[in-house]
């Protein structure tokens, strides 16, 4: 049976939406692209509302705002604002992911899902200070980015309305391109006339729609805009040495440099030895399976010192136990709940744990790899007169292994003997 796409009436499904009565002035989170532009038009036309448009600089490169502002500007927007939010993306955002390891799925270090909780907070704030009833954003009613909006957006002013047109609008891409002609807003060539979906920033850029939906369909080159494939990069190695202080990367081959200038270096030598590639079916919070292909130079480089260092400086213990936090921290993340006590919570442990994460680890880069070569901290759990063969004695001694053996494997022992009287599948 065909699926029902037809269609549906209007009802309100959550009682932070807007009706149309209650919109007079909307901050409209404005990315400059063809569907926030056609949203400019769109929100002043179909609620006779005022319109105050936020970009928010989170590090997209490549990004003109001045353009940008000024084509809010010459789209009816009473104010349009741009905010370069780059720091507190890294320091208060960044960070915490970076002390928590923070990978969803095996593979995707949260960029986005980082990003989308701070566009928010910073929604609110301008909203509020422009005396806006409503935030707009561009989002779809199948991802993720929605549900972490709404979710901050209603968290931290109770009193705003939301809306969100491209959810209700039923304009695919043709109409949206006819609508901008019919209504003046220009088509900029480049972003347009990518057949991909593209979301960037500091920490990464991810690509969606066209073949990428199709599973058996290899990446085709022009979707890697960020990082040198591997077979085209440098044909010599690299060695980078990575520093941490208390989990903060702090310097990058004894340079010391601000954070946002360090993930910025990172990115641009995973750039050039094609490190941070990645192709990723992902579980999103909505239920759909889909397919990303994400570049993540940076976050790859340094995600892979941090974990190593922290690795170096734990105990068994501690190791084993912080990787299912580190799980639930990104799953929280990835799932829009960045304003969850429990996030906050289990930050206050990632904080306990990094303490002791000081040091500096070097990665060898070649053609799509990073791989960890150098390890070097004043807390390593590491003592190399006792892990050298040649010694025995003194804190550990050799002759004292059998001993430990035989406890260390009674229960198993006993176990099997019993499954072994009682015969085969018993
Ligand atoms: N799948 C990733 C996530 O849910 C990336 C989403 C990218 N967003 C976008 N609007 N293109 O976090």
């Known amino acids: 049976m065909p699926i029902e796409t037809s269609r549906t009436p209007h009802t309100r499904t959550a009682s932070y939406l807007a009706e149309k009565g209650e919109v007079s002035r909307v901050l409209l989170l404005y ?3 063809l569907d926030t532009s056609v949203m400019l038009k769109w929100i002043q036309d179909e609620y006779d509302a005022e319109v105050v448009a936020l970009t928010v600089n989170l590090g997209q490169p490549g990004e003109d705002y001045d353009v940008v502002r000024g084509k809010a500007l010459q789209l009816g927007a009473v104010a349009a604002e741009v905010v370069d939010a780059r720091e507190e993306f890294a320091t208060d955002f960044i960070l915490p992911a970076i002390k928590a390891n923070a990978i969803y799925g095996l593979a995707y270090p949260l960029f986005t899902a980082l990003g989308r909780p701070l566009i928010a907070k910073l929604a609110v704030e301008y909203a509020l200070r422009h005396g806006c009833d409503t935030v707009a954003h561009g989002c779809t009613g199948k991802g993720n980015d929605q549900v972490r909006i709404e979710a901050t957006v209603a968290t931290l002013a109770p009193s705003l ?3 969100a047109p491209v959810r209700g609008w039923q304009m695919g891409r043709e109409e949206e ?3 901008a002609r019919e209504h003046g ?3 900029k060539g480049g972003a347009e006339t990518t057949p991909y979906s593209i979301d960037d920033n500091l920490w990464g850029r991810s690509s ?3 073949w990428i939906e199709d599973l058996g369909h290899a990446p085709d080159d022009d979707v890697f805009q960020l990082v040198t494939r591997p077979e085209q990069a440098p044909d010599e ?3 980078v040495a990575i520093s941490f202080v208390q989990g903060l990367p702090t310097a990058i081959d004894g340079e010391e440099l601000g954070l946002v200038e360090l993930i910025t270096r990172c990115q641009d030598l995973g750039i050039k030895h094609g490190v941070g590639i990645v192709d990723h079916i992902e579980d999103r919070i909505v239920g759909l399976k889909v397919r990303d292909i994400y ?3 940076a976050a790859t480089l340094i995600l892979s010192a941090h974990a190593e260092l922290e690795r170096l400086v734990g105990t068994i213990h501690q190791n084993q136990f912080k990787g299912e936090l580190d799980r639930k921290w990104a799953y929280l993340v990835y799932a829009g709940l960045w304003w969850e006590p429990l996030r906050s919570d289990l930050d206050a442990y990632m904080n306990e744990v990094n303490r002791q994460v000081t040091g500096t680890i070097g990665i060898k880069l070649f053609k ?5 070569v150098t390890r070097e901290s004043p807390n390593a759990v590491y003592d190399m007169q006792l892990a050298t063969f040649e010694t025995s004695g003194g804190l550990f001694s050799q002759q004292a292994s059998p001993g430990f053996i035989e406890l260390w494997s009674l229960q198993s022992r006993l176990a099997h003997q019993l499954r072994d009287r009682d015969g085969p599948g018993a």
Do not use: F, L, Q
Request: no cysteine; hydrophobic share 35%; glycine share 16%.
């Open 31 to 33: 990315s400059g692209g």
């Open 161 to 163: 309305k939301v809306i």
């Open 177 to 179: 391109i006819a609508y």
């Open 185 to 187: 807003i220009p088509i």
């Open 208 to 210: 969606e729609g066209k």
């Open 237 to 239: 190695p690299e060695t």
């Open 295 to 297: 570049e993540v130079p």
């Open 368 to 372: 799509g790899h990073a791989r960890v």
